[in-house]
Each structure stands twice: as C-alpha cells, then as structure tokens.
C-alpha cells in the first residue's frame, strides 16, 4: 500500500481518540464528539444499475494501481462496463502524502473528469508520485485538464477535502480489512492485487456465476512498503547531506591552509 505511511495515520487517528476519548481526573462536562464527516461520493464507472458491482481501492501513487489503469482496465471497460455488465466504484486509498495530493486533483476535477483525471495522473505516475515538487507537478497536470492553479490550491487547502479522503480509507479498512493497493470487491469476493487481464476476468466470470473466486491473487502495495520506501529516502538524502558537507569542509580547510 502506498499513502502517509499506516503507522502516521495511526498515529494520527490515535491521537485524535486520546483527545477527545480519554478520561479526564477534572470534573468537567464531556465534550460533544465531533459530527462525522459526510462519505464522499462514490465516483462510478458505468451504468449504476449494472448487475455486478466492482469497487476498487487504490492509490494514486501505487504502481501496482497504475499497471492495473493502463494495462487491464480498458479491456475490462470493453468488454464488461461498457456492456451494461459490470460498473467500477472508485474509492481512493492513500498511502503517502503524495497520493493524497493525487486524490485531491482529481475530485477537484469534478465528477465528469473525474476518471478522465485517474487515467492521465496513472498514467504519469512516474513523472509526478516522485518528484521533488509533487504539488508543482501536479497543477501542471491540472492546468493541461482544465483546473487552474488558483482551483487545485483551493482544493488542497480544503481541510474537510483532505479529511473525507482519509476517512474513505479509513472506511476500507474497517469495512472490508483492505490492506493493500489496489483491492477489488467484486460482488461480495474480495480481490487483492493487479491481476493480468485474464484472471480478472475470471475472478468476474467466478462472482457472476455465483462460484467462489479461485486463487486470484496479484501484486500490491503495502504502507508496509510505503514506509520502507520513505525510510529508504531518509537514509539516502541523509547521506548526501553529509557528503556535501565533508565536501563542503575539505575545501574550506584547503583554502585556509593555502
């Protein structure tokens, strides 16, 4: 899974229990928990009334997400949406900061871009998911779909915005255990991973059938791995920082010595 790492969001959620949930030795009145945030809608792909249901979690900064969006999907868009057969639920799932950004540009698009936007930020994943000005990068994608600057920097200072978005993970979670990008739920069956076209179909042919789904199972993100991949990076610009500086200081010390 790829988002802000499970363990920051954890602690996040879990700070936020501890203030509002823990008990205090001062008697003072309770504090009203906080109104729950509205769900953000559901963005559908596909005749709502379509008789199989596929909703899929994902990141926007997952590679495994963006092998499924730009090798698998439109073949399953052919064959099963655009047929009336099947309609696809997108239901974002970040797993680091730069997936929220990601999020973000695309429901700030509005719903008739929407997937528009999905398709062209996977298939550019590689160009912003990790660059050294995500947000940069991505308004200039923004801007070629139509949402100006002034529009995506609205959206990204919309906390409620940020917060459904998490909470649409949270929900994932807690709904269906999803533990990994991207996971399908395909009618009731749960899907994990990027599956080649063939077993995909499968896995769709199973659930319409009303058979179990049968060993199907691909390659996902972790925040495990999301986590490790940003710990990695510490460690790498950490080591160039102090490259730089010993750098830095043997010339210092040639120039005093000349």
Known sequence: MWTQSKALLGAVFLAAAV?????????TPATPAPPALPALPDMVLG?????VTIIEYASMSCPHCAEFHN?????????????????????EYPLNQPAVYGAILARCSGPQRFFPFIEALFKQQAAWAAATDVVGRLTQIGQ????????????????????????????????FGVQST???IIGDQIV???LPYEQFRQAIEDVMAGRP????????SS??????SNTTTYIVLGLVAVIIAAVGFFFMRRRRAA
């Open 19 to 27: 203030a509002f949930g823990a008990p205090s030795t001062a008697q």
């Open 47 to 51: 005749n709502p009334q379509a008789p």
């Open 71 to 91: 090798t698998t999907l439109a073949r399953i868009k052919t064959e099963y949406v655009d047929t009336g057969k099947v309609k696809l639920i997108f239901r």
């Open 144 to 175: 070629i779909g139509g949402v100006t600057a002034d529009q995506y920097q609205a959206c990204l200072n919309d906390r409620t915005l940020t917060n459904q978005i998490i909470q649409t993970r949270l929900n994932g979670e807690q709904q």
């Open 182 to 184: 991207p996971t399908f």
């Open 192 to 194: 994990e991973g990027a």
């Open 213 to 220: 789904v049968r060993g199907a199972r691909g390659t996902a």
């Open 223 to 228: 925040s495990t791995d999301a986590a490790a």
